[in-house]
């Protein structure tokens, strides 16, 4: 698998709260597989993970929010965590960031709460998508069709429920990483005008 992402520039969109193992561990497959990672953020310097029920490991910023522009990437990957996806999702500037990617038909993962992000951008309507449990009310009533399933992959958006469902995200991750730009999915009319 090493190399398969060979000049694929993914942006991980993050603020303090992210899980810990929901950005580093897909962050490790994609750098495997040769892509360039950047974490991303509205805050500078670094910012904290949280596990399970404390403040874990930090990680370098390594591009303001305010700074990053999103035709300078191929994929996006939204980690969860309760205290990081409530509080990215009222960034105005994260909500424009993601739906330049959803309008773009670019690629993009969300595990666990980072799905918050995908209904606060309104790009979910029509598409199947899973979630954190206590996302799927939030999920259904924004038009998505809510699944509980370990993966679910719906036209270049791929969404995991919880930790334990890493490997197999990150499986799907990488194959719809690859895969590009997912023309089905730019500008489809289940996304609003912006």
């Known amino acids: 698998m090493a190399d398969n992402l060979k000049q694929t520039r993914v942006a991980i969109l993050a603020t303090d709260g992210f899980e810990r193992a929901e950005l580093l561990e897909p962050r490790k497959a994609l750098d495997a597989a ?40 191929d994929a996006l990957l939204l980690p969860g965590g309760v205290i990081n996806a409530d509080s990215i999702r009222l960034e105005q500037r994260a909500v424009e960031f993601v739906r330049a990617f959803a309008r773009a038909g670019k690629p993009m993962a969300a595990i666990c709460h980072a799905p918050w992000l995908l209904v606060e951008a309104d790009i979910v309507r029509g598409r199947t998508v899973t979630s954190w ?15 509980d399933q370990e993966v679910v992959t719906d036209n270049g958006l791929v969404t995991s429920r919880k930790p334990d469902d890493i490997p197999a995200f990150n499986k799907k991750m990488l194959e719809e990483f690859g895969e590009g730009v997912h023309a089905a999915t730019a500008g489809t009319s289940s996304q609003r005008s912006f």
């Open 34 to 73: 040769g892509a360039e990672t950047k974490v991303i953020s509205p805050k500078r310097g670094e910012i904290k993970s949280w596990e399970k029920d404390h403040w874990g490991d930090v990680v370098r910023v390594e591009e303001a929010l305010a700074e990053a522009k999103p035709d300078d990437y």
């Open 133 to 147: 449990p206590s996302l799927k009310t939030d999920l259904r009533n924004a038009g998505a069709n809510w699944v």
